[in-house]
């Protein structure tokens, strides 16, 4: 069974920045396309950010410029770097996981942005 444990939210001020993880396990991580979604209360799911098994990026509009997404196939981790936070940007946020069939989500973590 694939899991996927994400680690790296909390509170922080605006203009602040958090570093996300996402470790997966019990998979050939680099086969993975790896995303970031954010849920805030009230709101459809979102995709934040997206990297696929060759590098490849996206991003929302509203996070580019400021948000950056990684991944460590040795490691069979991804990361979203989130730099000059803003309240907005306050949800919680999921890490995907997809490769054929496969359609995996991570527990969620928190991000809070105070003003």
């Known amino acids: 069974q694939v899991q996927l444990v994400e680690s790296g939210g909390g509170l922080v001020q605006a203009g602040g920045s958090l570093r996300l993880s996402c470790a997966v396990s019990?998979?050939?991580?680099?086969?993975?396309?790896i995303g970031w979604y954010r849920q805030a209360p009230g709101k459809s799911r979102e995709l934040v950010a997206q990297?696929?098994?060759?590098?490849?990026?996206n991003y929302a509009d509203s996070v580019k410029g400021r948000f950056t997404i990684s991944r460590n196939n040795a490691e069979q981790t991804a990361a979203l770097q989130m730099n000059n936070l803003t309240p907005e940007d306050t949800a919680v946020y999921y890490c995907?996981?997809?490769?054929?069939?496969?359609?995996?989500w991570g527990q969620g973590t928190q991000v809070t942005v105070s003003s």
């Open positions: 990297i696929t098994r060759d590098g490849g990026t």
């Open positions: 995907n996981a997809k490769w054929l069939y496969i359609d995996k």
């Open positions: 019990r998979i050939n991580f680099s086969m993975l396309t």
